[in-house]
């Protein structure tokens, strides 16, 4: 009896602490936040309503995020940065144009990235961790988030950013 109400208490904890990995919760509307690009010209989640946006939280240091932006690149912005219905932005937590600028020379990444160099804009949505991607349907509602690096998780979130685009 006390084995099976220690594995619940351990099991109710484990819960309690993924929950809390994200300040916010899938069918949630994505907190507002304004960015600027590297010319200056301010970018608002708000304006994107109507478009599916995924949004990429990075950092120029971190393995996984570097073996995730490539597939980023390829199966991702090659594929749909045309379309007008889709929008992705990729933001270096705590990393600057002097950090960004050379990642972007020596990686070739043309997709849109943003410095959080206070951490504003991930903070919206957790404490720590990444690389993390946040997928949000046209009504602006959170539709998948992931934590980490996995090639076959990444493959579920271009499968759905495909069925979203469908829709």
Do not use: H
Not at 55 to 64: K, L, R, V
Not at 69 to 86: G, N
Not at 126 to 143: F, H, T, W, Y
Request: a positive charge; aromatic letters at 12%; charged letters at 25%.
């Amino acid at each position: 009896m006390k084995k099976g109400l220690l594995l619940i208490c351990l099991c109710l904890a484990l819960g309690v602490a993924s929950a809390q990995e994200w300040k916010v919760g899938l069918q949630q509307l994505v907190p507002s936040f304004v960015l600027k690009n590297k010319q200056g010209q301010t970018v608002s989640i708000d304006s994107l309503r109507g478009k599916v946006v995924l949004i990429n939280f990075f950092a120029t240091w971190c393995p996984p995020c570097r073996a995730e932006l490539p597939r980023l690149q390829a199966e991702v912005w090659d594929k749909w940065s045309k379309r007008d219905d889709f929008y992705v932005m990729v933001l270096a937590r705590e990393e600057g144009w002097d950090k960004l600028d050379p990642f972007i020379a020596n990686t070739g990444y043309t997709f849109p990235i943003f410095p959080d160099l206070k951490r504003e804009v991930f903070s919206l949505f957790a404490e720590s961790q990444i690389p993390r991607n946040v997928l949000i349907d046209q009504e602006g509602k959170i539709i998948y988030q992931s934590i980490g690096y996995e090639a076959a998780e990444f493959t579920g979130l271009v499968k759905l950013i495909e069925k979203t685009l469908a829709k």
